[in-house]
């Protein structure tokens, strides 16, 4: 069952993302069969390191919390708090080079399907709903997008609206890149 794990840094944080980068990256590689997406979302100019996304497929709640909070940089402090949200992965397109994620969150509606066109946008690499536990109602949307952010957030807007009808919501687009463990951290 995957889950949406965002941690956003604390200010001033880098260099001890540095200095524990081996135990974070130790501790991803046990779990590198069940990362469906993950990597660090930056600062406007993409020079900082601003947090960081994972979606992993684990058996249940319980087990994305752990995931989440017992990942090093979360032990050391260096996140503000998580976000942890069940996700209905729609698409993964994995050999696009998304530059954005965009995440759109709203109050909990029933659950309808996407129009497939949306999926066919040739912009998106990546789209989750992020549900109720229980999977009946939607709370939000999370998609990584080739655009920059300025357009990202336009990219999923109309998915958005179809979804809560129209209803308010909070949509935030940041720079972002996959990540992984590369063969320069090995």
Do not use: C
Request: charged fraction near 25%; hydrophobic fraction near 40%.
């Amino acid at each position: 069952m995957p889950y949406y794990v965002h941690g956003e840094d604390q200010p001033e944080v880098l260099d001890g993302l540095i200095a524990n980068g081996e135990a974070h990256w130790s501790y991803m590689d046990r779990f590198s069969d069940r990362l469906i997406l993950r990597g660090p979302t930056l600062s406007g100019d993409g020079e900082e390191h601003t947090g960081s996304v994972h979606v992993v497929d684990v058996d249940d709640r319980a087990a994305a919390e752990r995931f989440a909070y017992e990942e090093p940089y979360w032990v050391a402090g260096y996140y503000q708090p998580l976000t942890v949200v069940r996700a209905v992965v729609l698409l993964d397109r994995t050999e696009d080079k998304p530059r954005s994620l965009v995440t759109a969150e709203w109050e909990p509606v029933e659950l309808i399907a996407l129009a497939p066109s949306f999926l066919e946008d040739d912009r998106l690499s990546f789209v989750a709903l992020l549900v109720e536990d229980d999977g009946s109602r939607s709370i939000g949307i999370v998609a990584a997008a080739t655009s920059v952010p300025s357009e990202a957030a336009d990219v999923i807007r109309p998915a958005a609206d179809q979804l809560t009808g129209g209803a308010p919501m909070s949509v935030t687009a940041r720079r972002w890149q996959r990540g992984g463990r590369s063969q320069s951290d090995s």
